[in-house]
């Protein structure tokens, strides 16, 4: 499977993927379209050409969202992914996006997304010193955090006494379940129909 990974920063999620897709769970399963940013300087597109991936941009400052998404789905067609993989995508959708590519599009969030939605979630978890959060992966629709949820991973923050460590705790679950969690869903959608029970029973 082809994946475009998008981002706007750091981009450790798109290095834990990029690492599963060279020797890790996704080997042989999944290859790098491309990774995009809509941050042309972000550290994560830079990081993402250091390993050897392609890479493209544009930016969306002042740009107006339905707009900058057409665009955007334009240049990501021609890498021809079967997979949005949104990895620190900082902005929310259009429905023009998400019609694009219908059921394709997954996001990581660094909290149940029945208990919190948007930004800051670790500050939310630490904050509010939750002795375990989860970190969501989830299928993206038109609302900000609400799609179907494909994987749920609790973190240990018991003894967690800093936003760092809370956030430490929690990068490390989310690099290793965002590869597991899209490898699952590409073998689930890599396995042949099962044949039904009646049309099995009545081949001689
Ligand atoms: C991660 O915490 C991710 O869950 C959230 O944004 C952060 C991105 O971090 N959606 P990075 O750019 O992958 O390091």
């Not at 149940?112 to 939605?117: A, G, V, Y």
């Not at 948007?118 to 993206?140: D, M, Q, S």
């Given at each position: 499977a082809r994946l475009a990974i998008l981002l706007s920063g750091r981009g450790s999620n798109m290095v834990a993927l990029v690492n599963a897709v060279q020797h890790g769970v996704l080997q042989n399963l999944a290859e790098v379209a491309v990774v995009f940013s809509n941050v042309p300087a972000a550290p994560g597109l830079a990081t993402a050409a250091g390993l050897g991936c392609p890479t493209a941009s544009r930016s969306s400052q002042g740009r107006k969202r339905a707009e900058f998404d057409a665009e955007v789905v334009d240049v990501l067609r021609q890498y021809q992914p079967d997979?949005?993989?949104?990895?620190?995508?900082?902005?929310?959708?259009?429905?023009?996006?998400?019609?694009?590519?219908?059921?394709?599009?997954?996001?990581?969030?660094?909290?149940?997304?029945?208990?919190?939605?948007?930004?800051?979630?670790?500050?939310?978890?630490?904050?509010?010193?939750?002795?375990?959060?989860?970190?969501?992966?989830?299928?993206?629709?038109?609302?900000?955090?609400?799609?179907?949820?494909?994987?749920?991973?609790?973190?240990?923050?018991r003894g967690a006494d800093t936003l760092a460590e809370v956030e430490r705790r929690g990068l490390a679950v989310e690099h290793r379940v965002y590869a597991e969690t899209l490898a699952e869903l590409i073998k689930q959608q890599l396995a042949p129909t099962a044949v039904p029970q009646a049309a099995a029973a009545t081949v001689h």
């Open positions: 997979y949005v993989v949104l990895a620190g995508y900082m902005r929310i959708l259009s429905p023009t996006f998400i019609r694009a590519f219908a059921g394709r599009i997954l996001n990581i969030h660094p909290a149940d997304t029945h208990q919190h939605q948007g930004l800051h979630a670790y500050e939310w978890a630490f904050e509010n010193r939750l002795p375990e959060t989860k970190i969501t992966v989830h299928l993206v629709d038109e609302g900000l955090d609400t799609g179907p949820i494909l994987a749920q991973h609790p973190v240990d923050l």
